[in-house]
């Protein structure tokens, strides 16, 4: 794995103009990061534009939102609703950036998603300039599932031919909302009519005569009841055995103690294993009533620790091995996040947003 100065170069997204965009790491926090090697220029910060967080000699670095996905990865795929919201986004940030007289040529590897959010990486860049127009409309036909079927065909299409223009997108008719109708006149309040009389009419319930009860019979004169007497015995229907005592109570106690002196002596010439040598990390959250997962993918040439193994933090995790762990950390309801642990280290900390 390559490393440029503090930063690990995981993968390469793309190579654009003689600039190569890496998908990068943070060595010791693990945060993401977009690297731009071999960029020149002035960056250009704004709404909807990836953050400059260190300009290298040879490359740019740019903060990498965590959970946010390159756009490339949705070529071809993106459904309707998605792709509308996205180049919603995409538009607006374009237009503020032409108004500052910045032409941007988009490209999915240098766009990041999350759910309807976008961000652009490189702007200001040189040899990353060009028609914003054109290449949101080739953006858009890469990621459309079914581009011949897309309701903003026709408007993109009219816009690559210079018929239309950017701000057309954002028209209400262009995001599918219905135009607003005129209201009604308001009519002269009439008076209110008398509700109408009603007959009351009250159910009356009809009263049947219970029918006679034959005469109840005389009670009869409850009998005397009986009486039970049970009366104790002098002595004891049984016969009387008394426990005999002990004879040999001395020699019972001294078997005991000896039994019992015999176990504490095996138990300190018990051999005692030796402590396994290892390097305890410490996993923090933030906040700390969350929980996530953390999964082995590589580990470093010696350890004997089996890459898929998991473990659920926060909490302290043995390694039985110096050197780089290659991690996947996973958080309910969150894209998973591979990371880069050096043991021995200081204490991991996992935010969650």
Avoid at 46 to 57: I, W
Avoid at 85 to 93: F, I, K, P, Y
Avoid at 156 to 164: D, F, Q, T
Avoid at 306 to 317: C, I, Y
Wanted: net charge neutral; glycine share 8%; with cysteine.
């Amino acid at each position: 794995m390559e490393v440029l100065g503090k930063y690990w170069l995981r993968r390469i997204l793309a190579r654009i103009s003689g600039i190569t965009v890496y998908e990068g790491q943070e060595a010791h926090t693990g945060m993401p990061v977009m690297i731009l090697k071999g960029a020149q220029g002035e960056p250009v910060k704004g709404e909807g534009v990836l953050a400059l967080l260190e300009t290298l000699p040879e490359a740019w670095v740019l903060e990498w939102p965590l959970g946010a996905v390159p756009l490339s990865q949705y070529l071809g795929v993106a459904e309707e609703s998605r792709l509308r919201g996205w180049l919603e986004a995409l538009t607006r940030t374009l237009l503020a950036l032409k108004a500052r007289g910045v032409a941007f040529a988009p490209v999915p590897e240098l766009c990041l998603v999350k759910g309807k959010r976008l961000w652009l990486g490189g702007v200001g860049a040189k040899g990353l300039e060009g028609d914003p127009e054109k290449a949101l409309v080739a953006l858009a036909r890469a990621l459309a599932a079914d581009w011949e079927a897309f309701p903003l065909r026709g408007r993109l299409e009219a816009l690559e031919r210079g018929e239309a223009r950017l701000e057309d997108l954002l028209a209400p008719e262009a995001r599918g909302e219905a135009p607003k109708e005129a209201p009604e006149p308001v009519k002269p309040e009439e008076p209110p009519k008398p509700p109408p009389k009603r007959l009351v009419v009250e159910p009356v319930e009809e009263v049947v005569p219970a029918p006679s009860s034959p005469p109840e019979e005389a009670e009869k004169t409850p009998s005397r009841p009986r009486v039970i007497r049970i009366e104790e015995r002098d002595e004891p229907p049984f016969p009387l055995v008394e426990p005999s005592r002990p004879q040999n109570r001395r020699a019972l106690l001294a078997l005991l103690l000896l039994f019992a002196l015999l176990g504490l002596l095996g138990l300190f010439l018990r051999p005692r294993p030796t402590p396994a040598q290892g390097y305890a990390m410490e996993f923090r959250t933030d906040p700390p009533t969350a929980r996530a997962e953390v999964i082995l993918l590589e580990v470093p040439e010696g350890s004997r620790m089996a890459p898929g193994q998991s473990f659920t933090v926060p909490g302290r995790v043995e390694f039985d091995q110096k050197g780089v762990y290659r991690l996947r950390i996973r958080v309910p309801g969150r894209d998973p996040v591979d990371y880069l642990l050096e043991v021995p280290g200081p204490p991991l900390t996992i935010k969650v947003r």
